[in-house]
């Protein structure tokens, strides 16, 4: 039998099946590398190398009394505690081959990146491309019209 978990490792392990780590962070209100040495450690003691075998064991740990206490009421209730992710399927194939499927496994892919830590720049920079290339099209239907009729 594995080592036990810790309440927090195993809160942090459960989260994490649907959560970002600093999503995790913020709804447990501690620090990002808090929770990436919970989760490092909870896999350390279930012996596994990656979080999604450590989410498979953990539905076989759940008669485990945690040393005597109890995990805390506003993680337990937490959908994501309760119930399957449909990005992380319990048998451990990938067997969700739909549009959908291939949007949740793009992760964080799916948000454009943050410059400076907000993406003003960089919707200011595609509006600016946009218009220029718009600027471009016009420009060039122009001079076609002018050569036109010049022959």
Known sequence: MP?????????CL??????????????LGISVHTVRQHIEEGKARLGVQDRKAARRLLPQLEGDDFDGMAPDAAVASHPAVNEPSPAVPDDGADTDHSLYGAYVRLGRWREPPRIGGSRLPLIVLWAMLFIGLVAAVSMLQSVMETLGRLR
């Open 3 to 11: 080592s036990r978990l810790t309440p927090r490792q195993m809160q």
């Open 14 to 27: 459960r989260l994490s099946a649907t959560l970002h780590d600093q999503q995790i962070a913020d709804q």
